[in-house]
């Protein structure tokens, strides 16, 4: 099955900073890759997403980039700013399949 | 509309006790989704649906069973809570597995003692 590699596990930053999360999957036949925010004491909500047939995708401060040779997307936080403390989620899955695989999750922290 | 909702909020348990989560969702949404929560963990999945009066197991379905009578409603029940299942668990759903979103219900907090 699909094995979703989440790095760093923790990363802090200061106010104004960038940030970036890389995510390697392993299904090379994979083809939609989700990000998730998940604030505390909060359920999980997408940010933003990419398909498979598209390189990068920009959100204001948010982008993400897939490199589907490499088998791996990263997420892109711009001009981070406080409220961006929160867990980020990614995930991978293909269609047809019914189950999206997570990483374990990254820990953002901007210190203002 | 209410989007994905799930009750109770919080509940302690004892040993041995069991108990139903409900998840509920307005958004006539195919696929439905349980997932437990633990620090450094990530997100599991314990059981899923494709429609209504189906179930698959997830990776960690020991220990729970669920239902989908209701195409709105995803249950999962514990026989006999084991303190191991101290989590947090969340529902979630999508409109189909094929290229889509999931959104996620704000969570149930358990405790077993």
């Known amino acids: 099955g699909e094995n979703v590699e989440q790095h760093p596990s923790t990363l802090s930053v200061q106010e104004g900073d960038s940030a970036v999360i890389k995510c390697t999957y392993s299904?090379?036949?994979?083809?939609?890759f989700p990000w998730y925010k998940q604030e505390l004491g909060k359920r999980p909500q997408l940010i933003i997403d990419?398909?498979?047939?598209?390189g990068e995708k920009k959100d204001q401060r948010i982008a993400v980039t897939l490199n589907k040779t490499a088998k791996h997307f990263s997420l892109h936080i711009t001009e981070t700013q406080p409220e961006d403390s929160a867990v980020y989620f990614c995930a991978a899955s293909k269609g047809g399949s019914y189950i999206p695989t997570f990483g374990r999750g990254t820990s953002l922290i901007v210190h203002p | 509309n209410a989007g994905v909702t799930q009750t109770p909020k919080f509940r302690v348990l004892k040993t041995g006790q069991s108990m139903t989560l409900l998840c509920a969702q307005d958004?006539?949404?195919?696929?439905m989704y349980w997932y437990r929560q633990d620090p450094g963990m990530g997100l599991r999945l314990i059981h899923y649906s494709v429609g209504e009066g189906t179930t698959a197991k997830g990776e960690v379905p020991d220990g729970y069973n669920v239902s989908r009578l209701k195409k709105q409603n995803f249950l999962l029940g514990l026989e006999s809570a084991a303190p191991s299942q101290t989590s947090v668990y969340f529902c979630?759903?999508?409109?189909?597995?094929?290229?889509?979103?999931?959104?996620f219900g704000p969570g149930t907090r358990l405790l077993v003692l």
């Open positions: 990419i398909r498979s047939n598209v």
């Open positions: 958004m006539n949404h195919e696929y």
């Open positions: 299904d090379s036949a994979s083809n939609y």
């Open positions: 979630a759903s999508s409109r189909d597995a094929l290229l889509e979103t999931q959104y």
